[in-house]
């Protein structure tokens, strides 16, 4: 019995004086199959990408130049979070790039093959042979998401069960966001029921709307239709397939905030500043909590459509201005419905995990800053902003 004891006492001291932060991460709220592919990934000792720090306290490393220096979890987390922010500035620069640059790049192909096409360079409009801008303006939109995706796909090798999963592991959670979506549309939207102007144009759909106004109606719907399902497909799979998973190493809230500061630069209008903001928190929780990105791309398609339904009534009503307080106070309600229907207290309800870290707020924030394409990237959408304001 004695012989025993001791060696309960001396296992229970080596794994006191032990430090894994991936073992000691545990994402199985949702799928215990997430967790151990999670955890895979940032065990792999060629990921540059993972914050990782195993360690005893009295072990050393030698690190030529500097002399033996004990690993330290402030360092690494901070080490790790420059290079990932150094690849998500990256992607989203080439998202803005092609969103600005390749409508006239293609334009000026197209002329050369002889195709009549023209490109406005005051409002970023390509016009002319129907098919021809039709194809235009579907591969900018495909690329604009396709680029950034593959480079975060090839550099972060998240694996598929995390970053695109489908599958729904908590099902009442698909209903509830639904219901959330619903209530943040209504209260963020409110203010557009006292506003003379429709400034619901400056929407995702509302800008497809006017490139294709000149169109045959079947170019229209087709069109509307495919901006519809592909940008809302596309921008999940983008910041919350590969961003928010490869962020989610540093906290649940912390990959959450990122995430919705990602998606607001790929709107970076600000007339939907608010509406992208709030909306992408609440699907990143939803992501994280259902275990599957199918709810937050069905709630981003709902969203979508009720902009643009907003926005027709608009255009095609003298008096829908009338009835805009009304129409928010009938969705806010049926959001609410949904929600009082589906959120009850369960047992082992999938929360929001939270990680250990070693750096402060103050220091975090100080990373996130850190001079870099990044930076540039929340610079460059403040000066889109300013512009569109402007003109």
């Known amino acids: 019995m004695e012989t025993t004891n001791v060696k309960e006492k001396k296992t229970f001291k080596k794994s006191e004086d032990t430090l894994d932060i991936v073992e000691q991460a545990n994402y199985s709220t949702v799928s215990e199959e997430y967790n151990k592919a999670f955890k895979a990934w940032r065990n792999q000792k060629n990921n540059d990408y993972a914050f990782r720090c195993r360690k005893k306290q009295k072990e050393t490393v ?34 803005l790039l092609i969103e600005n640059l390749l409508a006239a790049i293609l334009m000026g192909i197209a002329q050369l093959a002889g195709l009549d096409v023209g490109y406005c360079y005051s409002d970023g409009t390509v016009f002319g042979n129907q098919t021809a801008v039709l194809i235009i ?115 649940d809230w912390y990959a959450i905030v990122i995430t919705a500061l990602l998606a607001v630069c790929i709107s970076h209008s600000y007339v939907t500043i608010l509406m992208e903001l709030t909306f992408s928190i609440i699907t990143g929780i939803s992501v994280l909590r259902s275990g599957s990105l199918l709810p937050s791309m069905v709630s981003r398609i709902l969203y979508h459509l009720l902009l643009f339904a907003m926005f027709t009534l608009e255009i095609r009503s003298d008096r829908s201005h009338d009835y805009r307080l009304l129409l928010m106070l009938l969705i806010f309600a049926a959001g609410l419905l949904l929600c009082l229907i589906f959120i009850r207290p369960r047992r082992n309800y999938p929360g929001l995990v939270t990680q250990k870290h070693y750096l402060t707020l103050r220091e975090r924030i100080k990373t996130i800053f850190h001079l870099g394409p990044l930076m540039i990237i929340f610079c460059l959408c403040i000066i889109l902003m300013i512009i569109e304001v402007i003109f």
């Open 137 to 251: 303006l579907m591969l900018k939109t495909i690329l604009k998401f396709l680029v950034p995706i593959l480079i975060f796909r090839f550099t972060f090798h998240l694996p598929r069960r995390v970053a695109y999963h489908i599958k729904i592991d908590v099902l009442h959670e698909f209903p509830t966001t639904i219901g959330v979506t619903l209530i943040v549309f209504s209260v963020a939207n409110i203010w557009l029921a006292f506003s003379p102007i429709n400034f619901l144009s400056l929407s995702t759909l509302g800008e497809a709307y006017y490139a294709v106004s000149y169109m045959q109606p079947s170019y229209q719907i087709f069109y509307l239709a495919f901006e519809l399902l592909m940008v809302c497909i596309l921008n999940e799979l983008l910041i919350h397939g590969e961003a928010l998973h490869v962020l989610r190493q540093f906290g």
């Open 62 to 95: 030698y690190i030529e130049g500097k002399g033996y220096h004990s690993p330290n979890p402030a360092a690494e987390e901070r080490r790790a979070m420059i290079r990932i922010n150094l690849i998500l500035g990256m992607g989203i620069f080439c998202y």
